[in-house]
Each structure stands twice: as structure tokens, then as C-alpha cells.
């Protein structure tokens, strides 16, 4: 028999996995010397992101995630990366000769913050317990009823700047 606590444990596990795969990561993003291989990593993030949004039960906004942010703004800076033309390789000097000051500031940062988010919730416990459940068809209906013209707008605009890309990157 499965208890409640077990659930708990469960994805307080899962949440810790998920969290340093994230971080891990992260820390891949902003010392990479590859711009393609930091594009990737900041995929990774931002589906580890989206696990943890699956872990809340919240699948909509996790579907959501993975559409808006990996597929399309990942898609869109790699076709800017590729436009540029810029070096895919190793890059040597990306790293600012100052960067040891922004450890100390980062520091600095992470303590405003936690002391911020302590200060402000305290030991305030969110009840979960409650609420409406609300189906992602009702979501989408409230979403795309209404707007359904400006969201296909947008597809055609999207479309033609990517063919516009294309055209442009072509060798002659």
C-alpha cells in the first residue's frame, strides 16, 4: 500500500535529481566556449524546467514550455547564431578579464534573494490541498477561441522570416 509520506519522499527525490541536472547544466551554459554547446545546454535547462513542471502536475504548462521555449526560441537563436556567421568552434577570448568580481556579487545576490524570499514568506505553508481543477481543453479553448486569426498571423510572419533567413545565409 502506497502512503502519502512515500509520494512526498518520492518527489522530493525527483525534485532534487531534476535540480542538479539544472544546475549542472547552468553552470555548462555560461562556461562553455562553444556557442552552439551553450545553446544546448540552456536546452537542457529549460527542459529540466519543464520536468519540474510535470512533477507539480501542472502538464499544460510544461507542454507550453517545451513548445514556446525549446522549440521555438531555441530553434530561433541557433538560426541567429548560424546567420552571423560567426565562428562554431572554440572560442578563446568570450571571458571577460573582470570575472572575479561577479562571484563575489553573485554571492552577494543569492543572500538578498534568500533572505528577500524568508522574509517575506516566512514559515507560510501554501495549502494544496484546495482549489479548482480546470482541464487543459478548457485552457486551450479560453486561449485559442478568441485569438485563433492573430495565432495563425503570427505562424505566416514567423514563416516568412525564417524563409527570409534562409535566403539570406544561401551561399551564392
Known amino acids: 500500500m502506497l502512503l502519502a509520506s512515500d509520494v512526498v519522499v518520492a518527489q522530493n527525490v525527483g525534485f532534487g535529481i531534476i535540480a542538479a541536472v539544472m544546475v549542472i ?73 573582470n570575472w572575479g568580481v561577479g562571484i563575489p556579487v553573485a554571492i552577494l545576490l543569492l543572500g538578498v534573494m534568500v533572505y528577500a524570499l524568508g522574509d517575506g514568506w516566512g514559515r507560510t505553508k501554501i495549502d494544496a490541498t484546495g482549489g479548482s481543477v480546470v482541464s487543459t481543453t478548457a485552457i486551450s479553448d479560453l486561449i485559442f477561441s478568441p485569438y485563433i486569426l492573430p495565432f495563425w498571423g503570427l505562424s505566416f510572419v514567423l514563416l516568412a522570416a525564417v524563409i527570409g533567413a534562409i535566403v539570406l545565409a544561401r551561399k551564392d
Do not use: C, P, W
Open 25 to 97: 547544466f547552468a553552470l555548462r551554459v555560461v562556461s562553455s566556449s562553444n556557442v552552439v554547446h551553450a545553446a544546448l545546454s540552456l536546452v537542457m535547462v529549460m527542459a529540466g524546467a519543464a520536468a519540474l513542471y510535470v512533477l507539480l502536475a501542472a502538464e499544460f504548462v510544461a507542454v507550453t514550455q517545451v513548445l514556446v521555449y525549446i522549440g521555438a526560441v531555441m530553434v530561433l537563436f541557433l538560426f541567429g547564431v548560424m546567420l552571423t556567421r560567426a565562428k562554431l568552434g572554440k572560442e578563446g577570448d568570450l571571458n571577460n578579464k
